[in-house]
């Protein structure tokens, strides 16, 4: 024991121990930083893995609705040709108002035909007779049988009987 003793009272046995004791906490500081620092990596590449795997999905999200959009627009653009399409036809036709027109004309050369005395008294009166007719016609039963037959329910009651024998005058 005395040489334990001895040994323990040598400056450089002092010195050795303390150098000692100051690299077992320097490397014990060192393991439990390493040991943090690998939890904290473990954590992050976890993290990361998380945030990619939920730009992925959004990415497939995303992409899903711009793939939907571009279908609706696609189907928008060719409505939008169709109906471009059916108003160049539909304006090509002639209109609700010409045809109108073309009706109460046609009524008031029928009611001419009848009444050819006095032309110009005669016309204005078979014109106005035949707006009557074809306003009053425009709603009810006349209006049915004129879209069902245009011919009919347009002309006088005598019209209708086969008396067009002044078609040659």
């Known amino acids: 024991m005395e040489t334990f003793l001895n040994i323990i ?15 077992f906490f ?26 990619q795997s939920h730009l ?13 959009l571009e279908q609706e627009l696609k189907k928008l653009r060719e ?19 010409e045809l109108r ?6 009524a008031a050369v029928r009611q001419m035909r009848e009444q050819a005395p006095g ?6 009166k078979a014109v106005r007779h035949a707006e009557v007719e074809i306003e009053a016609g425009e709603n009810g039963l006349k209006k049915l049988v004129r879209k069902v ?8 009651p005598a019209a209708g009987n086969g008396s067009d024998k002044d078609d040659d005058d």
């Open 56 to 68: 992925n999905t959004q990415l497939k999200i995303n992409a899903q609705g711009n793939q939907t």
């Open 9 to 23: 009272q040598e400056r450089f046995v002092w010195g050795l121990a303390i150098g000692l004791a100051l690299t």
């Open 149 to 156: 037959i245009p011919g009919i329910g347009m002309g006088t």
């Open 101 to 106: 027109q073309y009706q109460v004309m046609e």
């Open 119 to 124: 032309f110009a008294p005669a016309w204005e």
């Open 26 to 51: 320097a490397w014990k500081s060192g393991l439990s930083t390493k040991l943090r620092l690998s939890r904290d990596v473990r954590r992050l590449e976890n993290e990361l893995r998380e945030l």
């Open 79 to 97: 409505q939008n040709e169709n109906l471009r399409v059916s108003l160049a036809t539909a304006q090509g036709k002639p209109g609700r108002a």
